[in-house]
């Protein structure tokens, strides 16, 4: 039964509930066999789903302050800023930003709604234990708005922390963090750890000599009490977080002070206020004598309270939301046949305000799942889901999921997958960089139930392929994927129409996104790796004036990352180094032309390269310092904010942003564990 209840615990953290007990053990045999060579990326060839699995190993090559800063070395992922005062980056998968992801702690939805914007700056990164990342069509048990892809975010569990971890952080953007972990056993079933993060920027910076900040200025305290309790006798483990986080930012013109200038003309500036609370509890039991048979129940309430204004432009959003999730997992006849299935409830009520419109509305939702999976344990699975759910304003509806997996000879894996996706679109949440412009903000259509708006519906479609040999004696592989999504209906955000308002309506025509990736790997010799990776992204939408080029979004993109370890000596001493390369290629402008000259960009921007690095020094299996620069070739956008000196004037926006506002970045740290 011990055995039994460590492979629920990994599957109650796994991306897909629905691999058997008999996959998961394999998936953790491999995971253990990986690890034993140190990587920091880890691909399955036997799981069904597309997934990358990004350890811990692998965070700590960057600073990684945050989860949305976590993805600098992943070529899965693409990390851009969203504006040119808040210094909060978006990440996008298949050419999709993240509302397309459906994002989850623990298998638990946590970046949605009100927290699209800034969610994934709240999740620091010294928590993380590992992330999964699934592209294509996601697990029905997850739910139905999965589009473009899953990441699932698994947190360091107190049944196997360490008594003690100090981070301290600090950077040339003024940028303080610092980070403690607790760990306590308070008895043989039970475990509890307690997360402080604090970080602070202190100082204003304007290197592009425009008036504005470059960075804001921000203090955040975020903090996390976690319980575990483990019963491998009665087949139960359990977890339950008590989490709050309150942050604070404050953007601008340099001489900005909100407390005489705020509501006023005088200077413009912004302050954004976030407060969230947190309350989560997971439980799960395997059968006793069927170790194939488990059922686990998830339930979360947490309240996100936003009070921000930008310029002129006030914008405030509450969102209190309740999620639970019943999941039962057994098998039909025997092992090869496995089956999930369950029901969820979600409700969302939001209190929204822009300016003086009221936007508050509750939704909630009700729904059932049934997933089942073939594996003959060798060369071939197949993963066939569907849900049925009920929602107050996006009816009643289906949504099917397909993956495929087949090993057509040694080292190599094919797979497809195909599903749908349906969303409500909360516009004004996930386009917050458009209250920092003088853009007026128009909604054409008002027969829909989300603002006047229909759901969002598309079908995503993948098919990928991986092949591991190697090339003089050293290991290598080679993969590629191709996604097309397909949006039957989209809440259109149209830039090109006029510099002077942004349209929001429902799709007239056509919209897709094409992504095709190709990947190589090659290990020169021992603890020395290149990852490279060649992305090409074709995304159209019939805009009112045309089809376009999906604005700030490059057609063409290559990454590379070097990584070198030295040998370990003498009580865990080594070197660490770890070098990353992105070349972006010319991105579509949003419509600019009636501004005045001075105000006016080109149709495309130009292709641009960056360059990160880190050195880490260990002096023991305790104790570690790194060193590292983000942007090492200084290259900034030219213009980053339009209009900067007459920020009250027509032509104003700072939601432009396609390269880096600061420049170099250079930053230092240490790491300090009792054991």
């Not at 750890?193 to 604090?198: A, D, I, Q, R």
């Not at 996930?430 to 209250?435: A, R, S, V």
Request: glycine residues 6%.
């Amino acid at each position: 039964m011990q055995k039994h209840i460590s492979i629920l615990l990994i599957l109650l953290s796994c991306t897909f509930f629905t691999y058997s007990q008999d996959t998961i053990q394999k998936v953790k045999l491999e995971e253990v066999k990986v690890q034993s060579k140190r990587k920091g990326l880890q691909k399955s060839y036997s799981v069904t789903a597309n997934t990358t699995i990004i350890t811990s190993k692998e965070l700590l090559k960057a600073a990684c302050c945050n989860l949305a800063e976590s993805f600098e070395t992943n070529p899965s992922i693409d990390v851009n800023f969203s504006d040119a005062l808040t210094g909060t980056k978006q990440i996008k998968m298949l050419g999709l930003t993240s509302p397309y992801l459906m994002i989850t702690e623990e298998n638990i939805p946590s970046v949605r709604g009100a927290s699209q914007a800034y969610g994934l700056s709240f999740t620091p990164g010294t928590w993380v234990e590992s992330i999964q990342i699934t592209k294509g069509a996601g697990s029905v048990v997850n739910g139905y708005e999965s589009i473009s892809g899953q990441i699932n975010t698994e947190l360091l569990k107190p049944i196997s922390d360490i008594p003690f971890f100090l981070n301290a952080y600090s950077s040339s953007d003024s940028r303080f963090e610092l980070n403690t972990h607790f760990n306590k056993r308070i008895s043989d079933k039970w475990a509890s750890s307690l997360f402080v993060h604090g970080n602070t920027r202190i100082s204003k910076k304007d290197m592009n000599d425009d008036g504005f900040l470059d960075n804001p200025l921000a203090k955040q305290i975020n903090i996390l009490n976690r319980y575990q309790y483990y019963n491998a006798d009665k087949g139960l483990v359990s977890f339950v977080n008590f989490r709050y986080m309150n942050d604070k930012k404050q953007t601008g013109e340099i001489d900005f002070d909100p407390n005489k200038d705020k509501g006023t003309t005088n200077f413009w500036g912004s302050e954004i206020n976030t407060e969230r609370f947190d309350v989560s509890t997971k439980i799960g039991y395997v059968f006793k004598d069927m170790p194939y048979q488990s059922i686990g129940f998830q339930n979360a309430f947490n309240s996100h309270n936003q009070n921000s204004y930008f310029g002129l432009n006030q914008y405030n959003i509450k969102q209190s939301s309740y999620y639970s999730n019943l999941i039962f997992n057994s098998i039909i006849d025997n092992t090869m046949h496995k089956f999930a299935t369950g029901l969820n409830f979600t409700y969302d009520k939001y209190q929204e305000f822009v300016n003086v419109n009221d936007y508050s509305r509750i939704d909630n939702s009700v729904g059932a799942f049934f997933e089942y999976t073939y594996d003959n344990d060798d060369d071939f699975s197949v993963i066939l889901g569907g849900r049925m759910d009920n929602h107050n304003r996006l009816g009643t509806f289906f949504t099917p999921r397909l993956h495929l997996r087949y090993n057509p000879w040694e080292q190599s894996v094919l797979r497809f997958s195909a599903g749908r996706g349906k969303r409500a679109a909360n516009i004004f949440a996930e386009n917050q960089q458009l209250f920092a412009s003088s853009r007026t903000l128009n909604i054409f259509d008002t027969n829909g139930k989300i603002y006047g708006l229909n759901p969002e519906i598309a079908w995503n479609y993948g098919l990928s392929f991986n092949q591991k040999f190697l090339i003089l004696g050293k290991k290598a592989d080679v993969g590629f994927d191709f996604y097309r999504t397909d949006f039957q209906n989209q809440a259109v955000v149209d830039l090109m129409q006029s510099p002077q308002q942004v349209l929001f309506y429902n799709l007239k025509g056509i919209s897709y996104a094409n992504s095709l990736q190709v990947e190589f790997n090659y290990e020169f010799f021992t603890h020395f790796n290149l990852r490279s990776a060649y992305k090409y992204y074709d995304i159209q939408t019939d805009y009112l004036s045309g089809k376009f080029q999906r604005p700030l979004q490059a057609k063409h993109r290559f990454f590379g990352n070097l990584e070198y370890e030295t040998h370990i000596v003498d009580k865990g001493k080594q070197w660490k180094f770890d070098y990353t390369f992105n070349w972006i290629g010319k991105q579509q402008l949003p419509n600019t032309a009636t501004n005045p000259i001075n105000d006016r960009l080109r149709g495309y921007s130009n292709s641009f390269s960056l360059m990160n690095a880190q050195i880490t020094r260990t002096f023991s299996s305790t104790f570690e310092m790194y060193l590292g620069g983000e942007n090492i070739g200084n290259y900034t956008q030219q213009k980053a904010i339009l209009g900067s000196d007459n920020p009250f004037g027509a032509t104003f926006d700072a939601s432009i942003v396609y390269a880096p506002i600061f420049g170099q970045m250079y930053y230092a740290g240490l790491r300090f564990k009792i054991k």
